[in-house]
């Protein structure tokens, strides 16, 4: 397992690599500045002064290689439109927000989705199988800034009964987490339904009951272990996805999150926020994707991650 996980290391540390190359010089290619006009009325010197503090007065090879040289530090460089400002420190002001959204959100939505699945493969009532399926397919078919708008305006706009601006208190991380969960807990719903009703089939669930074990029992023992592991495959990537923050979820509730901070930068071609952003969403999904495979080696005693490519 050890020797897996540093091959999957030194795979990641690769990709990482080729997306902030790759995003580098597409950033150089597309037309516009930082500065925008205001570059063109500064003064020679004040302007030769500015394109240095930036090494823009460089070639773009040597932009590059002074620019991994610091990254490999940790040394991000300084906004470019936010003068004196580390980009390091405006990602540690804006992560914690998009951090807890993003974790409430999973929590309801592995614990809704997975109870939902598990309903909707044990019940006897065929309309309740159909309202869950219907529900999963709504909520994978409908885009989550439509499933926001909704709740805004009847709970925030109609009703009064729920904040939906900003995050000032508890109720605040209700309707931005509940819009960003209701497409995962429809996925995570479906493979928990046919991945029990699969289960289910198998024998040794039948010789369970034929020896009598509650049926609470063989669901949480045997058969919810047992079909997790599309679910552990899911949830991992979805978890780097929703710590990273929905940019649209959080421009429609004014959360003062990193997605929204990387929407503004790519809009002010803030060109070291959106390097620095992209490395670390980069590097979360390459980290979830790792823990999710050692995960479902733990879960499943039968894969073996030595064996598996990398």
């Known amino acids: 397992m050890l020797k897996y996980t540093v091959k999957r290391l030194m795979a990641g540390a690769l990709t990482i690599f080729v997306l902030a190359t790759v995003t580098f010089f597409l950033m150089k290619l597309v037309p516009g500045s930082p ?3 205001e570059l063109a009325q500064l003064q020679p010197e004040l302007r030769e002064k500015l394109l240095a503090q930036y090494n823009l007065d460089k070639s773009i090879p040597e932009q590059f290689m002074i620019y991994l040289k ?3 530090t940790g040394d991000f460089g300084e906004s470019m439109t936010r003068k004196g400002q580390d980009v390091v420190d405006i990602i540690a002001r804006c992560m914690p927000a998009t951090v807890k959204v993003g974790l409430v959100a ?3 939505a592995m614990v809704a989705g997975i109870t939902l699945g598990i309903v909707a493969a044990f019940t006897k ?3 309740v199988e159909n309202s869950v399926m219907f529900i999963a397919t709504i909520g994978v078919s409908v885009p989550s800034f439509l499933y926001a708008l909704l709740l805004m305006i009847i709970f925030g706009v109609v009703l009064h009964v729920l904040p939906i601006v900003g995050l000032k208190g508890p109720l605040h991380y209700i309707l931005p987490s509940f819009s960003l969960a209701l497409h995962p807990i429809s996925m995570v719903s479906r493979l928990v339904r046919s991945g029990m009703k699969e289960v289910m089939k198998q024998d040794y669930i039948v010789l369970a009951r034929s020896k009598g074990t509650p049926t609470l029992k ?3 023992k045997h058969g919810l272990k047992n079909c997790l592991i599309p679910v552990v495959n899911y949830a991992g990537p979805l978890l780097s996805y929703l710590v990273t923050g929905s940019f649209v979820i959080e421009n429609l509730f004014s959360i ?3 997605g929204a901070e990387f929407t503004n930068s790519v809009t002010n071609r ?3 926020m959106i390097m620095a952003l992209t490395i670390l969403f980069g590097a979360l999904i390459i980290v979830a994707n790792i823990a999710t495979d050692i ?3 733990f879960i499943d005693p039968r894969v073996k991650l030595d064996k598996k490519k990398s």
Do not use: E, H, M, Q
Request: charged residues 10%; proline residues 4%; aromatic residues 20%.
């Open 125 to 127: 009532k065929r309309w």
């Open 35 to 37: 500065f925008g006009a």
């Open 70 to 72: 610091n990254a490999a």
């Open 270 to 272: 803030d060109y070291t």
């Open 256 to 258: 003062p999150g990193i």
């Open 218 to 220: 063989i669901i949480l």
């Open 106 to 108: 999973f929590v309801f």
């Open 295 to 297: 995960l479902v080696a």
